[in-house]
């Protein structure tokens, strides 16, 4: 029931941006514009947004393999189905991924698949605040907005010196991490703190300790910026070409400056994608460049499209191609049940190794030559020489 309501909740919010948003343009307008678009571009960025989900699925195999191998195939389906149910549901549809691909691949535990996916968001945050920072050294003040491009850029600084301090915090904790770890274990043994809430984040720094080790092989760290800097020219290209495609007097480094605002609408957890928001931002981002207002609206709404309509088409089709029923599907959106896979998912690893002991220490008590096997023979024959 709450999650329903939160569910309405947000739509309701969407559907307040959106009337907000769009209460004062012309949308005669903005339907002749979206028509008098060129489709080639549209076209264009939406096949380099779908290169860019294989992108993100090579970006994770490479922060997966510290901790276990993967298929590249599932994580790309995992990933495409995981942007679909964001794009469906809101950011509640986040869970889906990590839970999605411990069910096709068996070898990924839950909290591992939770874990790196946030260190690749800490990665993707620190990405897109360098392309946004870094492209003010060539960025130029649109007329009559001086005063607040200060500002703009002052905080774009902060935000870049707010990366390097946690880049380095990171690679304090990884470096002290079974400190840290026995620290907080000692911290949270108390009667007052739950001893499953206790467990759950235990488990959650040890996977996070696993997945930091890509900091310790500059060759790992190397793939992974390699990778999402590479996955975030394949977002800031197809921003460029939907701004190509109205005809906006725009360039490039006006693009960056555009997907930097559409990043951070997609931030608000609304349905649809961040509906509304991401259309508020990306236009609010186009009009401090000094677009029309009913050009800025039409290219916010055929931008949001370019970026989620790839996605929704695999996810939907490996959805419906794959074992997963409807049922299924609603329950990895309960963050109960999420915690529930991944208290399960140690256990039963642990239970694993349980055996796999037990296993090794019967088999290390079995006679392995044939002179072992005839002295046994020999000892069970005269019990007395034992």
């Not at 993967?70 to 995992?78: I, S």
């Not at 006006?254 to 930097?260: A, C, N």
């Not at 609304?270 to 990306?282: I, K, L, M, W």
């Not at 695999?314 to 599907?329: K, Q, W």
């Amino acid at each position: 029931m709450k999650k329903s309501l939160k569910f309405i909740l947000l739509f309701l919010f969407a559907v307040f941006i959106f009337w907000f948003f769009g209460r004062n343009l012309d949308w005669q307008e903005i339907s002749q514009s979206l028509r008098r678009a060129n489709a080639f571009y549209l076209i264009l960025a939406v096949l380099i947004i779908s290169f860019g989900y294989l992108l993100r699925a090579i970006r994770w195999k490479t922060l997966l393999a510290p901790i276990t191998e993967t298929y590249l195939k599932e994580l790309f389906a995992t990933t495409t189905v995981g942007y679909a149910a964001v794009f469906l549901v809101g950011r509640i549809g986040e869970i889906v991924r990590p839970m999605w691909l411990p069910m096709r691949d068996r070898r990924v535990r839950p909290s591992a698949a939770l874990i790196t996916i946030g260190v690749e968001r800490i990665f993707d945050l620190a990405a897109l605040i360098c392309f946004f920072a870094v492209n003010f050294i060539w960025f130029k003040s649109p007329a009559g907005h001086e005063a607040e491009f200060d500002y703009v850029k002052l905080i774009g600084n902060l935000m870049l010196v707010g990366v390097a301090v946690g880049f380095i915090a990171l690679y304090v904790y990884q470096k002290y991490a079974a400190q840290f770890i026995e620290w907080f274990e000692r911290a949270t043994d108390r009667k007052f703190f739950p001893k499953r809430i206790q467990k759950i984040f235990l488990s959650l720094l040890r996977q996070l300790t696993k997945s930091l080790r890509v900091l310790k092989d500059w060759r790992e760290v190397t793939a992974v910026v390699f990778w999402t800097i590479l996955l975030w020219f394949s977002i800031a290209v197809p921003t460029w070409l939907v701004i190509l495609a109205f005809d906006l007097p725009l360039n490039f480094s006006d693009s960056l400056f555009v997907m930097g605002w559409a990043a951070l609408g997609s931030l608000v957890p609304t349905p649809g994608g961040a509906a509304g928001a991401f259309h508020a931002a990306t236009a609010g981002g186009l009009i401090f460049l000094n677009i029309d207002p009913n050009d800025a609206a039409a290219t916010s709404i055929a931008m949001h499209l370019v970026y989620f309509a790839p996605a929704v088409f695999f996810g939907l089709y490996y959805f419906l191609h794959g074992d997963m029923s409807v049922a299924r599907f609603k329950s990895l959106l309960d963050s109960e049940h999420a915690v529930e896979e991944i208290e399960e998912g140690d256990r039963s690893d642990a239970e694993t190794e349980r055996r796999g002991d037990a296993e090794q220490k019967t088999e290390d008590r079995r006679p392995k030559t044939e002179d072992q096997i005839a002295n046994r023979k020999s000892q069970i024959a005269n019990p007395k020489s034992l």
